[in-house]
């Protein structure tokens, strides 16, 4: 397969994960470069599910190898918890799991900063996962972060974590909280030290060399376009560039060695945490949630729902030069009598086809609908694309037209063999 970078085109969530599994078969390598633990890849093989948060999912394929570029922010406790629970289902990791000394370490004082500067907002929170993404990327952009391969200096580390500790102590007095224990985030920092020394690498001359080596590659990305730094709906977004060129800068692998973009997309809309969502919509958000679905892998949040925004979809082919499109969660639509999508919003009662670039112009939209007759059978078990109810085919056609892009993968459930090639 073509160096493929596959994207969010939505607020996250789309099953990133699944597409990433079912395409890793056909790569060498899968690479993350952005995001940290707030991501939350579910897999399903056989009997037995997989929730992963920062080791790339292609690890559950025993012949690849992963990477964690220098643009993800690691929480190094919990990369451990993570390895550690693969290990124990029976996952080799050695000689196929490598870590960027490059990358960010996310620390105790970043997670502690996330939760009272967010709830400190009250109504105008972002309604992060308090996993620490937001403070440990200041602390990269204002040079003062503590990096993978500091971990693997002991002394260095020390006295870095130990000034470090002390800023952010007094932080978080000021914000009403307690203080941290250097003594402990130590001790936790060097036990993690210990399990992840042997996967430590300059990354980025190892994906080089396995370039040379015509090795090809998949850049998983994590989040999505609208929770983007730069592109997506700001303040409500994460803190790093979930868009396809956040792949190179967080991984060391330059644009004329990428081949392809592929962006996933659920048949519906959803969002967790704070912000606009114009095609929200109760009716399929308690159909949906009604069903066990659309709670957050990484939260257990209930996700807001709705309508196929196909405004938004068009920004983030834009933004991310999608080629082509997986769409997830088709099986979500079963047995609706009509179906919805936004094809244009309203702003003060004057149409526009294109996201504003101002939350508070994007606050005000109001979506204009068109509407799809459903199919009443159910979709999950359906294995071949010819097969789908005719009327569910016609509403993937038109998201495709709707959106300029070829549609090539459509998913009717987790597992890897519910996935079919258009
Ligand atoms: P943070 O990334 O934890 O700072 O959260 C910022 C915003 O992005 C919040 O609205 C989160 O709910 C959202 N977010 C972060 N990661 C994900 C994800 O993997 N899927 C969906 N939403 C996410």
Redesign the pocket.
């Known amino acids: 397969m073509a160096n493929t970078i596959l994207v969010g085109a939505q607020?996250?969530?789309e099953g990133k994960g699944k597409i990433i599994d079912y395409l890793t078969d056909k790569v060498d390598m899968v690479v993350r470069s952005q995001?940290g633990a707030?991501?939350?890849h579910t897999v399903i093989i056989g009997k037995k599910q997989y929730i992963l948060h920062l080791i790339p999912s292609g690890i559950l394929r025993p012949r690849k190898k992963c990477v964690i570029g220098n643009g993800v922010v690691i929480d190094a406790p919990q990369l451990v918890k993570e390895m550690t629970g693969l290990e124990r289902k029976g996952v080799r990791l050695k000689g196929r799991f490598f870590i960027s000394d490059c990358a960010h370490l996310v620390l105790p004082y970043h997670k502690a900063l996330?939760a009272a500067r967010d709830v400190s907002k009250g109504k105008k929170a972002?309604?992060?996962?308090?996993?620490g993404?937001?403070p440990a990327y200041e602390d990269k952009v204002a040079r003062c972060g503590i990096r993978m391969g500091d971990l693997m200096k002991p002394e260095y580390f020390e006295a870095k974590l130990r000034e470090r500790v002390k800023v952010n102590n007094a932080v978080l007095k000021a914000l009403g909280e307690k203080p941290l224990s250097f003594a402990k985030i130590h001790a936790e920092c060097m036990k993690a030290a210990r399990k992840l020394a042997p996967y430590v690498t300059n990354t980025v001359v190892l994906l080089h060399k396995a370039l040379e080596k015509k090795a090809s590659m998949l850049f998983e990305g994590?989040?999505?376009t609208f929770?983007d730094i730069d592109h997506g709906t700001y303040p409500?977004?994460?803190?790093s560039n979930a868009t396809s060129g956040g792949a190179c800068t967080g991984s060391g692998v330059a644009p004329s060695r990428i081949d392809k973009v592929l962006g996933v997309m659920k048949a519906y809309t959803t969002?967790?945490?704070?912000?606009p969502l114009p095609s929200a919509s109760d009716d399929i958000s308690d159909m949906l949630h009604n069903m066990g679905r659309e709670f957050?892998a990484?939260?257990g949040?209930p996700r807001r729902c709705g309508w196929f925004d196909a405004v938004a979809v068009r920004h983030a082919v834009m933004v991310n030069g999608i080629d082509d499109m997986a769409v997830t969660n088709l099986d979500g639509l079963d047995g609706l009598d009509k179906i919805k999508v936004c094809v244009a919003y309203k702003i003060d009662g004057k149409r526009t086809n294109y996201v504003p670039s101002d939350i508070d112009s994007f606050a005000k939209c109001e979506p204009v609908y068109r509407s799809f007759p459903g199919w009443q059978t159910p979709t999950d078990k359906i294995t071949r694309y010819k097969d789908l109810p005719l009327n569910a085919r016609k509403y993937l056609k038109a998201l495709a037209e709707l959106t300029g892009t070829r549609m090539s993968i459509v998913s009717v459930g987790p597992a890897r063999d519910q996935t079919m090639v258009v």
Do not use: E, M
Request: proline letters at 0%.
């Open positions: 607020w996250g969530d995001g707030n991501a939350g996330d972002i309604g992060t996962t308090k996993r993404i937001g994590a989040q999505g929770l409500f977004v994460t803190s969002r967790v945490g704070g912000g957050g990484t939260t949040r």
